[in-house]
């Protein structure tokens, strides 16, 4: 039980198109995802909480604008990446928590963006 | 602040036990989490310390000293396949994680 799922896993674009990333919750009903990013060679860096039905919440630095999140429903989030730069290529990754479990995060297998 | 402290690079030999630090300062505390990660893959979960003491977990363990603010993570019969980066994280007041940058584990044979 308790898998996340990211789409795609992987996937280049070109400089100033904008690039959408799916996460979910297969076997449960996660009221929060979180988003991360991770440069080559250092930690996870989170970048977004998102609570389903509600806007979410962005790290300092991080801007909202440009980085949309979606949490339409208890099983689906979205991170938007629009006008993607070369300096956005990153590993992507989401985790979810299930509603009452405030303990335990599950991660999805992440998604490697590359902008050209 | 907030902070996670742990290495940055270990070395061990295959079949040997490494143990792996972190010291953390965060507002508040609801537990130290510890994650492998391969590379190009996402993190999985090894294990979660809330009160004080040693966890055994097969062949991992986790200490933790709320008093010190320090934890480990103990690798015992090391395997090649223990080669990943390890991820400690503090769960602050709020239920965020705090994120250290990775101990990246490196077994020889």
Same mark, same amino acid.
């Given at each position: 039980?308790?898998?996340?799922?990211?789409?795609?896993?992987?996937?280049?674009?070109?400089?100033?198109?904008?690039?959408?990333?799916?996460?979910?919750?297969?076997?449960?009903?996660?009221?929060?995802?979180?988003?991360?990013?991770?440069?080559?060679?250092?930690?996870?860096?989170?970048?977004?909480? %998102?609570?389903?039905?509600?806007?979410?919440? *962005? @790290? +300092?630095?991080?801007?909202?604008?440009?980085? !949309?999140?979606?949490?339409?429903?208890?099983?689906?989030?979205?991170?938007?990446?629009?006008?993607?730069?070369?300096?956005?290529?990153?590993?992507?990754?989401? %985790?979810?928590?299930?509603?009452?479990?405030? *303990? @335990? +995060?599950?991660?999805?297998?992440?998604?490697? !963006?590359?902008?050209? | 602040?907030?902070?996670?402290?742990?290495?940055?690079?270990?070395?061990?030999?295959?079949?040997?036990?490494?143990?792996?630090?972190?010291?953390?300062?965060?507002?508040?505390?609801?537990?130290?989490?510890?994650?492998?990660?391969?590379?190009?893959?996402?993190?999985?979960?090894?294990?979660?310390?809330?009160?004080?003491?040693?966890?055994?977990?097969?062949?991992?363990?986790?200490?933790?000293?709320?008093?010190?603010?320090?934890?480990?993570?103990?690798?015992?019969?090391?395997?090649?396949?223990?080669?990943?980066?390890?991820?400690?994280?503090?769960?602050?007041?709020?239920?965020?994680?705090?994120?250290?940058?990775?101990?990246?584990?490196?077994?020889?044979?």
């Amino acid at each position: 039980g308790a898998v996340v799922s990211q789409h795609p896993s992987w996937v280049i674009c070109k400089s100033g198109t904008s690039v959408k990333i799916e996460c979910r919750s297969l076997d449960f009903q996660a009221t929060t995802m979180f988003w991360y990013r991770q440069f080559p060679k250092q930690s996870l860096m989170l970048m977004a909480t %998102s609570n389903e039905g509600s806007k979410a919440t *962005y @790290e +300092q630095g991080v801007e909202k604008d440009k980085f !949309l999140i979606n949490h339409a429903s208890l099983t689906l989030s979205t991170l938007t990446v629009t006008s993607a730069h070369p300096e956005d290529s990153s590993f992507y990754i989401c %985790s979810a928590r299930e509603a009452g479990v405030i *303990y @335990e +995060q599950y991660f999805g297998p992440g998604t490697r !963006l590359t902008v050209t | 602040g907030q902070n996670i402290d742990q290495p940055t690079e270990m070395t061990a030999t295959e079949g040997a036990i490494v143990q792996i630090n972190c010291t953390y300062q965060t507002s508040g505390f609801n537990g130290l989490f510890w994650y492998q990660q391969h590379a190009g893959e996402a993190p999985t979960f090894l294990s979660y310390n809330v009160l004080d003491g040693l966890e055994e977990k097969g062949r991992f363990s986790s200490f933790l000293s709320r008093s010190k603010g320090y934890s480990y993570l103990l690798l015992k019969e090391l395997q090649m396949k223990d080669s990943a980066s390890y991820l400690c994280a503090a769960m602050d007041s709020n239920y965020q994680l705090i994120w250290g940058a990775g101990t990246k584990l490196i077994i020889k044979p």
